[in-house]
């Protein structure tokens, strides 16, 4: 193998899936890209068999075509240090590379491609496919994924539902304690169709969709999923397991309604939460026509805090208890202006979604399990 590169564009591709490279694994090969040289295209390839990424990076000119595994973290704190100029990569003999550069060079070990496992992709005969707008993709994982669980007993709670209907896309995710859907109208598929990736995969994919992405493919079968867009392909492995049937647990018939700034109610949570007991965080909502009183106690350290704030509030008197990080998180991700929470009673979850003049109105649905109060 024998070819010239552009420093920078060879870090920019390897920094695309450097995300894939485990910390640690059973498997040294692992621990390299894999480099796969045809004509004047580099294919660089990271996996840890759960995620794998591939890019591709046109390179200056060919003298040898060939494929290699290279050590990922030494070439990275290489090209890392090194100004954009042209780069010659070539090999020695059967065990070592070489990196030329203006002013110097470095010789780096390298393994046989033949030793990096192979990956599975779908089966083409039996995989649904279908085109996400990359923004709609990003807007939902960036919904969701904070509300994943960290769960051995049921690992499909570790990942974000992909509920696929005829008429729309919906992405869920839940810990058991709060639950988050995102919904999009711009996703459709013949017919119904669901996979759960994983909360990792789902966060690398967050972070390499950009700004300028308009579009990304998406194949699955019951086991894989691959996404392709710009020059990256992204395939995980699914998370097995059967997601609980979340519409069942959307409560459908809360009388009791408050609509508040978001904002407002944001910021008067996380002052009087800084009084609550750390062990618990628990605070309590007390709601009246006109006011929520939010108030919080640590009995432990004799400390304690309350504020009351104007709302639109109409129902019954009502006095309910919440985990002060749990209505942060939820709220934090939230972009409306103005948002309405939906009570039944203080034993039943209540329904936060976006006031029905925001723009998101349909589109975010979050629903939080109370906690008893003394």
């Known amino acids: 193998m024998k070819f010239v590169i552009s420093s920078s564009e060879l870090l920019r591709g390897i920094l695309a899936v450097s995300k894939a490279i485990p910390a640690k694994s059973p498997l040294p090969i692992l621990e390299n890209f894999l480099f796969v040289l045809k004509g004047n295209v ?47 990569i070539k090999t020695l003999n059967d065990t070592s590379f070489e990196c030329s550069w203006t002013t110097g060079t470095s010789t780096l070990p390298y393994f046989p491609a033949v030793d990096y496992p192979d990956i599975t992709m779908v089966d083409n005969d039996s995989a649904v496919a279908l085109d996400f707008p990359a923004q709609s993709l ?9 509300a994943t ?29 709060k639950l988050i859907c995102y919904t999009t109208k711009d996703v459709k598929t013949p017919e119904k169709a669901s996979f759960i990736l994983h ?40 998370v097995v397991g059967r997601y609980p049937n979340y519409k069942t647990v959307i409560p459908q018939n809360n009388s009791n ?23 618990s965080n628990h605070i309590k909502f007390d709601l009246r026509p006109g006011s929520l009183e939010i108030s919080a106690q640590d009995l432990g350290f004799s400390i304690a805090a309350y504020e009351k704030i104007g709302c639109q509030y109409d129902g019954d008197e009502l006095s309910i208890g919440f985990k002060s990080s749990f209505i942060i998180e939820i709220l934090g991700n939230l972009s409306c202006g103005d948002l309405v929470m939906k009570f039944s009673d203080s034993k039943h979850a209540a329904l936060i979604v976006p006031a029905e003049d925001e723009p998101d109105s349909e589109k975010i649905c979050g629903i939080l399990m109370p906690i008893m109060i003394a």
């Open 42 to 88: 580099l294919e660089i390839t990271a996996s840890d068999t759960e995620l794998t990424l591939k890019t591709e990076v046109e390179v200056e000119s060919t003298a040898e075509e060939g494929q290699i595994a290279v050590p990922a973290n030494h070439l990275t704190n290489l090209l890392k240090e090194l100004p954009d100029q042209p780069l010659t």
């Open 138 to 146: 990003l807007e939902g994982i960036s919904s969701t994924i904070y």
């Open 149 to 177: 669980a960290d769960d051995e007993i049921r690992p499909m709670m570790n990942g974000i539902l992909f509920d696929i209907d005829p008429e729309y896309t919906t992405l869920v995710a839940s810990d058991s304690h």
């Open 199 to 238: 909360k990792r995969p789902a966060g690398a994919l967050r972070s390499l969709i950009g700004k300028n992405t308009e579009t990304v493919q998406v194949s699955f079968d019951t086991k894989t999923v691959v996404f392709r867009f710009d020059s990256i392909t992204m395939v995980c492995l699914l």
């Open 257 to 279: 309604i408050l609509k508040i700034d978001r904002s407002l109610l944001l910021n008067t949570v996380r002052r009087v939460s800084v009084c609550a007991n750390k062990a």
